[in-house]
Every structure is written in C-alpha cells, then in structure tokens.
C-alpha cells in the first residue's frame, strides 16, 4: 500500500487536496474520519462534509482506535483517507489515553502495511491528513506545550514511512518527498 501524507496548517486546503487525489482512484474508498460531533456547529461541519464526499465514498467514524481500524480495513479498500491524525492525538490527550503507546502503536501498523506487498489491492493508496503547528509560538501552558511535542513526533514518524508528503498552504500543494 503506497502511503501519502498531507500536512499544512488549519483551513489550509490540506483534507480538500487528500480527497481530490484520492477521489482520482477507481475502486471501493473509505474516509476514515477522527472527529467527534461533540457540539451543534462540529455536528453541521461532519454533515456537510460528509455531502462533499458524496456516496463514492464509506465513512468510518474511529476517534481513538485508528491502528485497529486500519488493520481491519486496509484490504477492502482501493483507497482510504484518514483525516486528521492531529484530532486524533487530541482525542487520546481528552481521553487520558497514553498517547507515545498510541502513535507508537499506529505507526507499527504503517510499517505493516507499507511492507505488504502482496496485497488483494496491489495498487491501493493510503492518504493521511495531519495539521502542522509547530510553526507558531511556543504554548503558555504545559499541555498546549505537550500536545505540540506528541504532535511533531506523530507527523516526522508519519513522513518517514510515506511515499509522499505534500505541504499544503493556502490552497497549493507543495511535494516535499
């Protein structure tokens, strides 16, 4: 499984450039989505994306266990994105869950599927989408400070194992591997 990973920054055009490319594929797709509807306005921004994506595409709604979730789906799927790996690690931090085992357990699965050769979907392609804030200032408090460590770890781990990795900002993809 060929894997390209997406990163920019908030409402930078990253998720809309994964599914674009992704879209370009022919087969059976998943969009493996980490976001909870938690509040009114969450609830209406999964719905409209959700339309976006239209009927091409099953979603699947994991926001804890995406390396289980991968594992269990990686060969039905043509294609599968998953989007984003940042409201990932904040689910593991708001669910007290330990986050280093949790990336590290994902990235073991990386591993695995990108050593698949002989997979039933030989050319099937995984895109994953990631916020990169490491950019900005320095977090005031501990936990902003630790979330952007587990953060930057998630996405260097991600980018090592990639194909790919496209920065995305203000809309234009830029290919840095």
Not at 108 to 118: D, F, K, P, T, Y
Not at 139 to 160: K, M, S, T
Request: with cysteine; aromatic share 6%.
């Amino acid at each position: 499984m060929n894997i390209t990973f997406v990163i920019g920054g908030a409402r930078s055009g990253k998720s809309s450039f994964a599914l674009r490319e992704a879209s370009k594929m022919q087969g059976q797709k998943a969009y493996m989505a980490t976001a909870e509807a938690l509040d009114r306005e969450m609830k209406e921004r999964i719905a409209k994306h959700k339309e976006e994506r239209g009927t091409d595409w099953e979603t699947c709604e994991e926001p804890v266990k995406i390396a289980e979730t991968l594992k269990g789906i990686r060969d039905k799927y043509t294609v599968i994105v998953i989007d984003c790996l940042t409201l990932w690690l904040s689910n593991l931090v708001c669910n007290n869950v330990d986050c280093k085992k949790g990336i590290d357990d994902f990235i073991g699965v990386l591993r695995n599927v990108r050593a698949i050769h002989e997979s039933p979907l030989p050319d099937s392609k995984l895109f994953i989408v990631s916020n990169e804030v490491g950019m900005g200032i320095v977090p005031d408090n501990e936990l902003a400070r630790r979330f952007r460590d587990f953060a930057g770890y998630l996405n260097q781990q991600v980018a090592g194992i990639a194909d790919e990795v496209y920065l995305v900002t203000a809309g234009v993809p830029l290919k840095i591997k």
